[in-house]
């Protein structure tokens, strides 16, 4: 079972009260993987319930600081300053999380509960217009608003992260880079921003070190799942994304689990499995479209990652307060790639259109464990890869097209194998075609238009 | 109720129209633009509009019920009603009250109440 799936049973307990459970398959979720964020999540969902407001904070602290733009544990840490007579900083953690535009609507109204404001009085401010701006995929004016929202308001990490997102979208790498720096001093967990350095790096042929830096990142983040999306946005990069872990929940919980869901569900319930929506970020991206394959990168000791060509930044941890440190001193930094010895000016090559190497090597890296998974469960999925492998692209193509067709509930896993394909020049308009269907199935227009668009440029390139 | 295709084969057949994409939400646009933007031309009009509406939404201005538009040549209407979407072109002459009228009602005749 992926992480994100055993974080989903985790919330589907707490939601259904059985605060054991959610106990139980968090504190084992959090054995493997210290920081994964939605397991934290949900202890600190746990620990206020339990009117633990100092374990509750301490975990939210380390949600916000592997996921600033966060808005769910904002609105937590929101509710849980209110209740300890901290009006203000009740009030500015609301204001953070509506600004992030909570996709749950029961985020939304905690937040704006806390506010005391109806959502129609809201002011628009340029930290909502920064984030609208890049959702819908415009990050020249999300720059423009995240830079106003900056010099209003530059404590906000999550406002700074935004506009390194938008630089890094730009393909302004240097300008990114520096406000990643600025994003780690506040939020040393902050995996989006390890991401795009670990992009930069590699960019800047320090391949190594990016790809270092990315594989740190499992540690807090098990399935890459923000490094699949921000990643996923480039046709090509050097980095090689590791496979999925997975892990073994006892047999006892998924059996409570089963049990649970049996009481609560419809007659007629749909059996399908329970996907990672609550244990995801604000932005509603849900899982990772890795595969099945189970690895351990990164689950090998810190000490062996250390020990690695990678330098150790050891100013960096000074900025870390006493609390964090408590909380965090288990958890391996993210920022632990060395300053950069060349110039911020050197020269940049934009998210777009870059080198000519990874996304077939990423191919190449999960092909071993997928034919390792072909005997146990040969799904559509490895069959569409195996044709891909064996450079069949027009059987390829149909099956899948049959894929997309069948509108498989794991979205994650489509879009994965679908921008595997698209680094296949063979199948590269079709698969940005049905890249746009799938993304228009499951309602991400704006990502559609992205794609369609793409395939339109193929085209009209094979086409000259 | 009418799948897709058939309403779009329906919605071809107002007056005027030179090239539709429909599509219940949560599904693949069907169509063609009348040879506009090759295969690929139903889907890029259709998730540009939802764009639009996305953003629309999230500033909380409400959802969008219609859009128009017109370029030198074409004029394009984006509709929807109930689960169903849908954009129809065609040329200067186009009259877009009345194939907002026609559509309208094949749009609403063909939603599920609830759906």
Known sequence: MRPSEAAALARQALADGDATLAGSITER????????????????LLAEQGNDSDAALDDLRAVTSAEPTNSEARAAQARLFQRRGDVDRARMAARQSVELIPGDPNV?????????????????????????????????????????AVSESPERVDVRL????????????????????????????????????AHILSERGRTAEGQELLDRIGRIDPEFREARELLGTLEVHR????????????????RQSNDAGEAVAEPDADPAPVEAQTADGPDGQD?????????DRHSQPVEDLQGSEVQVDAVGSDSVTGEATAALSEQLRLDVVAEEPESLDAEETPPDGVSPVSSDSAAEAAAPTDEADVGADFSTFDWARHLIEQSEWTEAARVLADIVRANDPDIARVDGLLLEAVAHRE????????????????GRPQAAADAYLRAANVAGGSTE | MNSASDLHAEIQRLPGITGAAVWRIGEIPTGDLGGRGGSIGPGLLSASIGTMEQAVETMGLGQIAEIWFVTEDTQCLAMRAGQWQAVVIGGLALDVDSVRDGLTSLLAANDEPGA
């Open chain 1, 239 to 254: 980095l090689v994304l590791p496979g999925v872990v997975e892990i073994d929940l006892p047999p006892e919980l998924i």
């Open chain 1, 427 to 442: 199948l590269r308009e079709s698969a940005w075609k049905l890249l746009g269907n799938h993304y228009m199935q499951t």
């Open chain 1, 29 to 44: 979720l959090l054995g493997e993987f210290a920081g994964y964020p939605p397991a934290r999540l949900v202890r600190a």
């Open chain 1, 108 to 148: 939304l109204e905690s937040a704006l509960e806390i506010l005391n404001v109806e959502p129609d009085s809201l002011e628009t401010s340029a930290a909502v217009l920064a984030r609208v701006h890049l959702n819908c995929g415009w990050p020249d004016l999300a720059e423009r608003h995240a830079r106003v």
């Open chain 1, 162 to 197: 935004t506009l390194a997102e938008a630089l890094w979208r730009l393909g302004r790498l240097s300008a990114c880079e520096a406000e990643c720096r600025v994003v780690a001093d506040q939020a040393e967990e902050c995996v989006r921003a390890a991401v795009m350095r």
């Open chain 1, 287 to 295: 899982g990772t479209p890795g595969e099945s394959a189970v690895q």
